[in-house]
């Protein structure tokens, strides 16, 4: 319909059941009464239209917000949701049978998205948000943790007001929001102001209604201001030296009885609850390991770790044949020292890292790529020799300063809201803020190992008289590092009863198959194991587990082939979820583990917010969302599509942020590079979010850049292809000497994983405000933070993926600087891609 006569859509829709009828254009007449004739044709002729014969099929899979099946009218087979069924049959009574009009109402239900993106749009311009046009794989630039909190109530209030400056020239303004001490007023362009400048106003808007003293005015200072091809929107502190005590007692007693009326201004909670939301989504599924780093008498010690169920397996590998943490090996005073001579932002490693088993015994070594290139008889040694064990690790390590000050993160809404929101947005207690009083860094882990890389290190020769000269980068046990204590940050706990860390063997009997494992936590009726090859198997399958150390220490009962049903399959199929199975027959497992936590409470720990410091997980994951050093982002599901929606980093000036930002809107990032893999038949992020649940261990991949910023279209600028896709190390080598040659090489580790649901109760205060006030742009916030389906990290590994090539460290340095400007050689990745 066009938008000429959506302003006549009642009457349409009331003349729908007679356009066929003899009497049509008498009933026309009378309804359109008051209508011009021209117009009376218009809607005659649009209702011709409508009750038309239709033959078209409708199939609204992926474009509605409910799940579609085949529904069949006249032999011609649609499909459809229970809201367009519903529609359709409608329709279908009132025209008599399938028309265009029909066709076009089932189309446009209101839980289409596109009707629903629509109206978002709408109501966000009604409330004075500009809603930008976003390009098809650009995302919105976050930082985690700016949110600011209010000390006060504003409300959203359009008065007429004078400002008198100091000079006493008076300008005419109006307001945009009101608070007890400061306002927010738009201006004509023509005036100029600058912050720190005196300002008297009246608000003549208000005499007229309101006993204000005209001739005495209300003192502020320009706190900001903001210019636009329109106008300008001043931000205004009162001064207080100037301002009647009576006025600020009016003001509260507007505010307080306007602002259901005029609405609260709620901008900034509303921000918050969009943050908090994706920090809910990216912190849980994060496979980097955080480590807080304290520093005592000029020495770098690590304190603290932040585990998730996803980083746990870089901690754990960490760990000895007592299951004792040694991850202070790693994070050694002098590599802590050394990495911080770095320039901010720059304070990176590689860090290589195998280990050795002799008499039971785990023994460690590790080296820094600079520690590597500063041994060139070793070095290739070491990346030979630890590459072919199966225990070769590499990770990168990042590291940055922090401000304890950001351990407190209140909520946006002033403490005046109510007294449960003023409890909430008290500092931390003195007992934490004491334990964290040393730590003054952040250190990121992130286990990069994959497939590719390894088998380039494996193909290095080396000299087996040499393996010995590698004890200088191993560990002394003699020597332990300082004990590094976890703490995890839980949003939400899904768990019907309470898990403790307990790690075991096990054998699992599945069919014909036994496969040994050990168990990770156990709870009375369930556990979760690793195992040391894959399940075949699927969900809610039984098995039989036997626990062969725990028989050795109890004669009541019999640990061999209880019975456990599987609830959940890890990603790479070696991690299960169980439950017990549990009827009159079978009960042993739940007996025995009862009473094992019950007789071991004091030694186990417990996989829940029991905290010997209570809010220290917390504290911990604020301090890490405000220093994400890894490039987040996040994915959303529009249709059948799965768009870019937001990306967070700490770090603007990075090379993967200069390749990001290309051919991007201001405020934007572009995720072309992820989009346009050569050769990829079906799109990476699609596929893996629809394979993949919540709660799987993230997928990781590697892509290959070739980065010409000269290049002035983005296809002809960033050419991009997964690690995996080459045909050899010649072909992956090729690639990035012609990517050198005509621009940059670059290569990023991609985690993706699926978004889980957002903790509402840690958000409850923040969103009850905002529904109280404006219910409607809660209910679209709302839809925008369900709709994200994906979530992950991208880190940048070129340095470790042109050492694993055999780079010099000098090339290497030279492709870490920005690419000069020339155009050659483009051709030749072309074709190289097209190989």
Known sequence: MSQDLEKYHDIIEQLKPMINEPEFNQVLSQVASGIPKQKRFLIKMELKRLSRPCLRLIDLRGQV????????????????????????????????????????????????????????????????????????????VLRFGEYAKRSEERMNFAVNIELFTELNKSIQATTIDVSVSGLKV???????????????????????????????????????????????????????????????DFFEKFIHGNKRRYKVNMDNTLTAIHLKTYEQYFIPNVTSVPIYIEKINNIYVPKYALINDSNKDPLYYWSDELFELRLGYVLGHQRIARLLTLP???????VYSFNHVKDDKVYFYSATQEELFERPDLMKVFLGYGGRKASWRVFKLQITNLDLNQVHMPLSLPDTVSSAVKRQNHPPAPR????????????LLTDITDEVGTQNYEKIPIRRGEISQLKVFGHPRNKLPPAVQMFRFKYHNQRKETRYQLRTKVQLNFGDMTIEGSSEDVSTRGMRVELNDFFHGEENALVKLSFPLLQNVTKKFNLA?????????????NVLHLQAVVDSVNKTAQRFFDELIRNNRGKLKA?????????????????????????????????IDFLPDAIVTSNPNSRLNNLLAFDAESGQYNMHFLYSTYGVELDFIQYTLKKIKTNNKPVMREIFVAFDPSREFINEAIKSRFSDQFHGDKERKNFINQARESGQFIAVKVFLARAGRPDIERLQAEISYVGIYAIHRAKILEEQLWNIIGVGDLIDVTDEVMIRHNFSQQQIFDNQQMPAYHKVNSDKIEDLLKA
């Open 344 to 350: 901010e932002h720059f304070q990176e490693t590689i």
């Open 561 to 573: 082939n209880l019975p456990y049903k599987v609830k959940g399959i890890s990603y790479d199929r």
């Open 186 to 248: 738009k201006v004509a362009n023509e005036h100029l102001f600058k912050v720190g400048e005196r300002i008297t106003v009246q608000f003549r808007g208000l005499e007229g209604e309101y006993t204000i003293d005209r001739k005495v005015g209300v003192g502020y200072n320009i706190v900001d201001v903001e210019n636009s091809q329109r106008e300008q929107r001043i931000s205004l502190q009162k001064n207080d030296e100037h301002a009647p005590h009576s006025f600020k």
């Open 65 to 140: 917000a409910g799940d579609c099946r085949e529904f069949t009218y006249q032999d011609k087979t649609h499909f459809l949701d229970d809201t367009a069924i519903d529609v359709f049959e409608k329709q279908v009574r009132l025209f008599g049978e399938y028309t265009m009009g029909v066709y076009e109402a089932v189309k446009n239900t209101e839980n289409s998205y596109r009707v629903i993106y629509q109206k978002q749009r709408e109501e966000a311009e009604k409330e004075g948000v500009v809603v930008e046009e976003r390009k098809p794989h650009h995302a919105e």
């Open 607 to 639: 996989h829940s917010e029991e905290e010997e410091i209570p809010g220290m997980g917390s504290a911990l994951r604020n301090l890490f969302a405000k220093n994400v050093l890894n490039t987040a982002f996040f994915i959303r599901k529009e249709g």
């Open 432 to 443: 934490l803020m004491s334990r964290l009083k040393n730590v003054r860094h952040i250190a």
